[in-house]
């Protein structure tokens, strides 16, 4: 069983159209987020959930909207896509908000705007 | 939360020792080192965490000395599929407000034969 799935894996779609990108832990995680890695490989954090409630909210453009409908699901909506929205999305989650828990990550999924 | 300096690659041989050092002279008192492994087209993996002193399990050794100000993750006896990004994190202790990865360059491992 996958413990963090995300889709879908890639995704191609045009400037200006809207996406969504779905996030699942099976692992019973308090806290999920969704980070971003350009094409330079940094990774940076976009969004941080705990229990459902936004907790971490990076300088990341309106366009970009997460949606955690419950503790086990984190998904992010864009609008508007952008040529430099293309990146690896990726999602993961901790136990908690504590910085001993390690992070399980998804394996990403590949945004590809043209 | 505080920088983190490693190097941006390393090459070893396969049954090699491979040790990855990374600076972290700013760390606060409630940072841990944490380092995470990511192989192409997957995300981070974490491998390993620590406080201080040692800390071993099946997969590294990390050594941070007793000033903190750095740390070495030790891979004993790589093969090919060690091949990988490697990132060093210093991470915030118990905040509250949220726990925020803050990954650098990382560090390139190539294995070969």
């Known amino acids: 069983d996958t413990a963090v799935s995300q889709t879908p894996k890639y995704l191609v779609t045009q400037m200006g159209n809207d996406k969504s990108i779905k996030c699942e832990q099976n692992?019973?995680?308090?806290?999920m987020y969704w980070y971003k890695q350009d094409s330079k490989k940094f990774l940076k954090i976009m969004f941080s959930y705990n229990n459902k409630e936004l907790i971490i909210n990076e300088t990341v453009p309106n366009r970009f909207s997460p949606k955690s409908p419950d503790k086990a699901h984190l998904n992010l909506h864009i609008n508007s896509l952008e040529l430099g929205d293309s990146a690896v999305y990726f999602c993961a989650s901790s136990p908690g908000t504590a910085a001993n828990y390690g992070y399980t990550f998804g394996s990403g999924t590949r945004l590809t705007v043209v | 939360l505080a920088k983190t300096t490693q190097p941006i690659s390393m090459d070893s041989y396969e049954g090699q020792e491979v040790n990855i050092t990374c600076s972290h002279n700013?760390?606060?008192?409630?940072?841990?080192i944490t380092w995470y492994q990511q192989f192409p087209s997957q995300g981070p993996r974490f491998i390993i965490q620590g406080y201080k002193t040692k800390v071993t399990n099946e997969v590294a050794s990390l050594f941070i000395p007793a000033d903190r100000k750095s740390s070495t993750l030790s891979l004993p006896r790589v093969s090919l599929s060690d091949t990988a990004v490697y990132y060093c994190?210093?991470?915030?202790?118990?905040?509250?407000?949220?726990?925020?990865?803050?990954f650098g360059t990382g560090t390139q491992l190539k294995v070969e034969l």
């Open positions: 692992l019973g995680h308090d806290t």
């Open positions: 994190l210093s991470t915030g202790g118990l905040t509250g407000g949220g726990n925020k990865l803050t």
């Open positions: 700013n760390i606060a008192t409630n940072d841990y």
